[in-house]
């Protein structure tokens, strides 16, 4: 399986952006999905977290409110939208799947929010 990860770029504090993830096969199939961030200096970090099946969503308390985790099956593409942008938002943005046997990352879309 491979994640193909989209969507980042520089933006305003404030602005928008919608981070892309799609799959090489069935979303459905993966027991969960998540995007991390790793901000220069420190270490990856949960950001948001979907259960493709049956859709529950979870969020670290930083972007609660601001960011939304959404699904396209059709597609095998998974979305974050992330609004209200804060400085402390910048990083890698990892895409990540889990399945009953294995782990799955994609390569990483950089989010650069300036103030």
């Known amino acids: 399986v491979q994640l193909q990860a989209s969507g980042g770029g520089l933006v305003q504090a404030g602005g928008s952006l919608r981070l892309s993830c799609t799959a090489s096969?069935?979303?459905?199939?993966?027991?969960?999905m998540a995007w991390y961030r790793q901000a220069p200096g420190k270490q990856r970090e949960l950001v948001a977290g979907i259960m493709p099946g049956g859709g529950i969503t979870g969020y670290a308390d930083s972007v609660k409110g601001r960011f939304a985790f959404s699904t396209d099956n059709a597609r095998n593409t998974v979305y974050l939208q992330m609004n209200s942008l804060k400085p402390e938002d910048t990083g890698v943005y990892y895409c990540?799947?889990?399945?009953?046997?294995?782990?799955?990352w994609g390569q990483g879309t950089l989010v650069t929010v300036s103030s």
């Open positions: 990540y799947a889990r399945s009953i046997r294995s782990d799955f």
């Open positions: 096969g069935s979303i459905v199939s993966f027991a969960a």
